[in-house]
């Protein structure tokens, strides 16, 4: 499994960016896929994830905030990301795994998209 994601950049305190991951399988379903997050001198952190059915889990930090989408046919994900903050800056991570689980990663991480939120 590959997994491309793309979309973030700078943007100001207020502003809204969308990530975007496409995976490329061997045959599989993919049965989750979600994002994570690392900002500098932190660990790696769950935003959001969501299954093939539809169930899906953000973050506490996240709600009200982001959403998460995704299409099962083109085996893509989006995080739309709105009211932006600096404590939103990071490198978000595309995650994806086999099995349903909403809270812990799945087997196959993407390169780590950057974002960056100006005050």
């Known amino acids: 499994v590959q997994l491309q994601a793309s979309g973030g950049g700078l943007v100001q305190t207020g502003g809204s960016l969308k990530l975007s991951c496409v995976a490329t399988?061997?045959?599989?379903?993919?049965?989750?896929m979600g994002w994570y997050r690392q900002a500098p001198g932190k660990e790696r952190a769950l935003v959001a994830a969501?299954?093939?059915?539809?169930?899906?889990h953000l973050a506490d930090f996240a709600k009200g905030r982001f959403d998460i989408s995704k299409d099962n046919a083109r085996n893509t994900v989006w995080l739309q990301m709105d009211n932006l903050n600096p404590e939103d800056t990071a490198v978000y991570f595309c995650?994806?795994?086999?099995?349903?689980?909403?809270?812990?990663?799945?087997?196959?991480w993407g390169q780590g998209t950057e974002v960056t939120v100006s005050s």
């Open positions: 995650n994806a795994g086999y099995d349903y689980s909403l809270t812990e990663p799945g087997d196959f």
């Open positions: 399988t061997s045959g599989f379903a993919i049965n989750t």
């Open positions: 969501i299954t093939s059915g539809g169930r899906w």
